[in-house]
């Protein structure tokens, strides 16, 4: 078992950065890969990011690359989502999950945590 809370949303304006950050427990935590996933309201949940329990590869889709970046501390079992040049349509629920290993697929993800409001105002 993996647990898994979310914490840093709120709300930013349209160009400004947001630190997410994602805390697992558990025995194994540190053996997961962890992937951020956003859900708008009335859309699908989405792919954010992901990242290797080792920390060493990391995958984002186009319409995050440049702007957001997944990092780990395992020492700290955390994840951290750096997230710059925020736009309206990033706003979302962000969500942190936990997989065996890399995964861009919501599905495809074990854990889950509750997830945190991102409002970004134009």
């Known amino acids: 078992q993996v647990q898994l809370v979310e914490s840093g949303g709120g709300l930013v304006q349209a160009g400004g950065s947001l630190r997410l950050s994602c805390a697992a427990s558990?025995?194994?935590?540190?053996?997961?890969?962890i992937g951020w996933f956003r859900q708008a309201p009335g859309k699908e949940r989405d792919f954010v990011a992901a990242?290797?329990?080792?920390?060493?590869?990391?995958i984002y889709p186009d319409s995050v690359k440049g702007r957001f970046t997944i990092a780990r501390d395992n020492a700290k079992n955390t994840v951290s989502l750096q997230m710059t040049s925020l736009k309206p349509e990033d706003t979302a629920v962000y969500y942190c999950?936990?997989?065996?290993?890399?995964?861009?697929?919501?599905?495809?993800?074990?854990?889950w945590g509750q997830g945190t409001q991102i409002t970004v105002s134009s």
């Open positions: 990242i290797t329990w080792s920390g060493r590869s990391a």
């Open positions: 558990g025995r194994t935590a540190s053996t997961y890969a």
């Open positions: 999950a936990a997989h065996t290993d890399l995964a861009t697929r919501a599905t495809d993800y074990i854990y």
